[in-house]
């Protein structure tokens, strides 16, 4: 059974930087396109970001374009999101996720979700 494990979340401050790591397990076959989505405090889930099986594409949010990198290294199962210049907007739960559809912005396309990691921004 595929699962997704996260890490790499926790408090900071206003302009700093972290990598989040989101690890594939428990299946064999080509890659998945995978995303990362996050959800604040009493907000829905929103798509950050996304990668192809072969990871020469990516697809960003508006608000996040330019600020977040999405990355896989295929051998390690892992993909990664460098998020630069943080903000305190956002400040959510990240969740990676992992489809068998082309790369997509829609949660509803992914059928595999980890368990999320608290990020939280300060001023």
């Known amino acids: 059974q595929v699962q997704l494990v996260e890490s790499g979340g926790r408090p900071v401050q206003v302009g700093a930087s972290l990598k989040l790591a989101c690890v594939e397990s428990?299946?064999?076959?080509?890659?998945?396109?995978m995303g990362w989505f996050r959800q604040a405090p009493g907000k829905d889930r929103e798509f950050v970001a996304a990668i192809n099986r072969s990871g020469n594409t990516r697809e960003y949010a508006y608000p996040i374009k330019g600020r977040f990198t999405i990355s896989r290294d295929k051998a390690k199962n892992t993909v990664y999101l460098q998020m630069d210049s943080l903000k305190p907007e956002d400040t959510a739960i990240y969740f990676c996720?992992?489809?068998?559809?082309?790369?997509?912005?829609?949660?509803?396309?992914?059928?595999?979700w980890g368990q999320g990691t608290q990020v939280t921004v300060s001023s």
């Open positions: 428990g299946r064999t076959g080509s890659p998945l396109v």
């Open positions: 996720a992992g489809s068998s559809n082309f790369i997509s912005r829609d949660a509803a396309d992914y059928f595999v």
